[in-house]
């Protein structure tokens, strides 16, 4: 952004998010206290929305003793923030910035023998004397086919780790893995993971590898399931209020509000937005509000979805526009300058991100990660 485009726009009069940190670090709490081991406060995708170095510094204040990310780049902007909590990064491409991960002492999961060699081509070239080593941890996959080494491929990564090991060119700090179904704690897919767990740390320790730390469980294992506690939990959702179990009440922490930037009376029989495809049954007040589906409101979620204004539920009308709502607000009396709650914790009557989830046929994660840009965080 040019210094002219700072300097143009003091003010915002437009979508605003506020995140509630006093609803972080009660959440925090709860997950410190649900389990014997360590807590990794995830925070990928900025924060799940929220803000990556402030729910990071919130939840290292309640009870959070390790930061998680997906990328390198996410790491690195942790530690240009500030933050000197242990860190571990688990999604790369072969080619990343290994040896600025072992600058900036953060770790890195290694799923495979071609990433186990990029990571060890990361760690040449440091001074002799001052070569540290890369510090990972061995990631397998329990049962999703997605990130992870194949059990076929286990033993063979865990003998070659353990010659670097030995080597002085790594350190094996963690093994772990991530349960697919864990948000129905009856599904029976969570035992076969939780044992194939099991069986990867035995083969690890076959091979000689003694790591203190080993990880499977994410939000709603560690509410639910305390068979994969291990010794440190990994908790994203949680943290910021959604727990994909359903078995624990959070604190939601997201707010999205937006200024009425419109109001007409319209006579019954007026169509509205793209396509028509909502005509007023009679005549009634539409309320304009500035925020479509570039700045995260599902368009999916049009035909169902409500906002609070003047203390009241009133339905979006019309497609979803990119940058645009309309609200059908009856005969209450919304004048231009009023603020629409979007979504928030619901405790005012306001639509919840469970609800808009639900409206969008979608999980509240995709709505608090999909909040645009140009929202201002407040
Ligand atoms: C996103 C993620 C987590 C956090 O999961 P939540 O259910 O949000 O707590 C943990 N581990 C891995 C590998 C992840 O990708």
Redesign the pocket.
Known sequence: MSALAVVAAPTHHGARLTVDLAAVAANTRVFAGRTHGALMA?V?ADG?GHGAVDVARTALAHGASWL?V?SLEEAFALRDAGLRAPVLS??NAVDADFSGAIAAAVDVAVPSREHLAAVLRGGQGTRRGTRRGARVHLQLDTGMAR?GASPSDWAGLCRAARRAERAGQLHVVGI?G?LGC?DDPDDPDNRAGRARFAWGLAVARQAGLRPPLRHLA???A?LTDPLSHHTMS??????VG?D?SRSTVLSPAMTLTAPVVGVRRVRAGTPVGYGHTWTAPRATTLALLPLGYADGLPRAAGPRAEVLLRGRRHRLVGRVSMDQVVVDVGEDAVVVGETAVVFGPGGSGEPTVAEWAAWADTIE?EIVTGIGSRVVRA
């Open positions: 995830v990928k799940f998680g997906t688990w999604l990130d772990m991530h864990a994410a939000t709603s560690t990994r908790v994203g959702a949680g943290l959604i994909p994660h």
